[in-house]
């Protein structure tokens, strides 16, 4: 008599940079999800999709949970919340190199009128001495009943397959949301975008805060048997486009390489990539500007 098959949701919580996006992409063996080291990376839930022979589990990695400072903040905090109410369980993830602060008390607020198991996830172990754990783990534990409280490493894998099996047990008998082969429910037209944001905040650092979006304006076949890719990269003032572009160009051909390159790895297929850069003064604060680019809390794509 085979095993029931098993299947759920599970949320993924924390505050920005805690690694919350290198889990999910070392979960499901391929990136879904942008990583940077600044914080407010992820603006939409990604959904990551890990299936086994018996079971399937959706994440969803929410964008960090902050104190909003406008209506982009706003709808990334709305976002990270409300998938709260729709899983089979929580991971609340934290930084073992970073003290618990107020941003994990707020979080904590919120897991506390939630009433799905939530796993406290001690993310960057590789990073510290292990004697540091214990302490660590104390300081959290005695905050919220935590279902059950897993030290890992996302990086190196770490513990990661252990909490996978935990989480197993816990899902209810249900249908395969998605295909074995299938590790995201977004289309190719969303990760190009995200692919080519990374390289951004990658080539930029410092000198271009959140204040940046992409959006693919299309993507086709062209006459030469190439994807033809062209996409507008979108910022508040002339200055960060001056600095995107950079001397003569070469920043921005730059970002378009290195974009170009990781598209053509995801999609096994030649890319042609042009990007163009355009200033929108205070798109952040502009609910239809939002809108357009994705960030809409009626539409998380």
Known sequence: MSTAFKSGFVAIVGR??????????????????????????????????YTTNESQIVFLDTPGIHKP???????????????????E????????IETRGAGDNYIIDQLKKV???????????????????????????KAYPWAEVFPISALKGNNVDQLLDSLVKILPEGP????????????ERFIVQEIIREKILENTRQEIPHSVAVYVEWMRPNDAGKLQIEA?????????????????????????VGARREIEKLLGTKVNLKLWVHVQSGWRDKATALNNLGYSSKNDY
Do not use: C, W
């Open 176 to 187: 395969q949301y998605y295909p074995d082969d299938q590790i995201t429910d977004h289309p």
């Open 69 to 87: 400072q406008n209506k982009l903040d706003e709808y990334m905090d709305q976002a990270a919340l409300s998938s709260l109410q729709e899983v």
């Open 232 to 256: 507008s990269i979108i910022v508040e003032r002339d200055g960060q486009k001056g600095i995107i572009v950079g001397k003569g160009g070469q920043r921005l051909k730059y970002i378009s």
């Open 115 to 141: 009433k799905t198991p939530v796993y406290l996830i001690i993310n960057k172990i590789d990073e510290v001495d292990p004697n540091q754990l214990l302490p660590i783990m104390d300081t959290y534990k």
């Open 16 to 49: 920005p940079n805690v690694g919350k996006s290198t889990f999910l992409n070392r979960v499901v063996g391929q990136k879904v999800a942008i990583m940077s080291d600044k914080a407010q990376t992820t603006r939409n839930k990604i959904q990551g999709i």
């Open 89 to 96: 369980a929580v991971l609340f993830m934290v930084s073992a």
